[in-house]
């Protein structure tokens, strides 16, 4: 399995796909980022339908940023999705949602994700979560995929 640099941000609001990519722009973030608008087509990205469940994986990102309120497919099962199979088992997930329900914490938790991050009414707060965000899971977070960098 080889892990790029790129983030996968999984999320159906445009609102908050334009808030953080400009949360990600600001902080000079510089890795490409792909979108995917409902957690249907999440998994089709993580798991093309003309490659089969045991291939290579060679385009999987280095951070998935997860919604979990989403239309077709919920970001837990995305998550569990993503936890189910071994070429995507160790991929960093940040979810990255308005829920303040415990439940969601706990479920989220439950199913692999690496850090939940409620997502920041006013921008200020928004962009010093995307920041630290971005220094942690992308410049000192080593994951499993980079083991040979």
């Known amino acids: 399995m080889t892990?790029?640099?790129?983030?996968?941000?999984?999320?159906?609001?445009?609102?908050?796909?334009?808030?953080?990519l400009r949360a990600l722009k600001k902080n000079k973030i510089t890795n490409a980022v792909d979108i995917a608008t409902d957690g249907e087509e999440a998994l089709r990205y993580l798991f093309p339908p003309d490659e089969p469940p045991d291939g290579r994986g060679d385009n999987l990102p280095a951070l998935i940023l997860l919604d979990l309120n989403m239309p077709k497919v919920s970001g837990l099962e995305v998550l569990r999705s993503i936890r189910s199979h071994d070429r995507t088992r160790y991929l960093p997930v940040v979810v990255l949602t308005t829920s303040t329900e415990e439940r969601d914490i706990v479920n989220t938790y439950d199913l692999g994700a690496n850090s939940?991050?409620?997502?920041?009414?006013?921008?200020?707060?928004?962009?010093?979560?995307?920041?630290?965000?971005?220094?942690?899971?992308?410049?000192?977070?080593?994951?499993?995929?980079?083991?040979?960098?």
């Open 3 to 20: 892990v790029g640099d790129r983030i996968l941000l999984v999320d159906d609001s445009p609102d908050d796909v334009a808030l953080t």
């Open 116 to 149: 939940f991050i409620r997502k920041p009414v006013a921008f200020d707060e928004f962009l010093d979560a995307v920041r630290l965000l971005g220094m942690y899971w992308l410049l000192v977070n080593r994951p499993a995929g980079r083991l040979h960098d």
